[in-house]
Nanobody
Framework: QVQLVESGGGLVQAGGSLRLSCAAS????????MGWYRQAPGKQRELVAR???????NYADSVKGRFTISRDNAKNTVYLQMNSLKPEDTAVYTC??????????????WGQGTQVTVSS
């Protein structure tokens, strides 16, 4: 069983910064891509940023230039550095990973989510 554990959420004033972390553990052979998604109240979950095992990234237009995704393959960990935060960034941020397990299957797993609240 694979677990994703997020940390780093919290309350911050507009213009501030937060850094989210997500560590994957369990029977993982190799992680393919990892990403962050968010869901605000009354809205659908949306992709924030994603990074492949080779370091290729893609971002939602709303966070380009403000957020940076990175990963430590040795630690099976993905990070999201969030700068110049805006009240509209308030949401539950959830980590996702696609990976191969020892049996050869390709699977996906989600974290529990961490709340990010940006006050104006």
């Amino acid at each position: 069983q694979v677990q994703l554990v997020e940390s780093g959420g919290g309350l911050v004033q507009a213009g501030g910064s937060l850094r989210l972390s997500c560590a994957a553990s369990g029977r993982i052979l190799k992680i393919n891509s990892m990403g962050w998604y968010r869901q605000a109240p009354g809205k659908q979950r949306e992709l924030v940023a994603r990074i492949t095992s080779r370091g290729s990234t893609n971002y939602a237009d709303s966070v380009k230039g403000r957020f940076t995704i990175s990963r430590d393959n040795a630690k099976n960990t993905v990070y999201l550095q969030m700068n110049s935060l805006k009240p509209e960034d308030t949401a539950v941020y959830t980590c996702n990973a696609d990976f191969w397990v020892p049996s050869g299957s390709f699977e996906s797993s989600w974290g529990q989510g961490t709340q990010v609240t940006v006050s104006s």
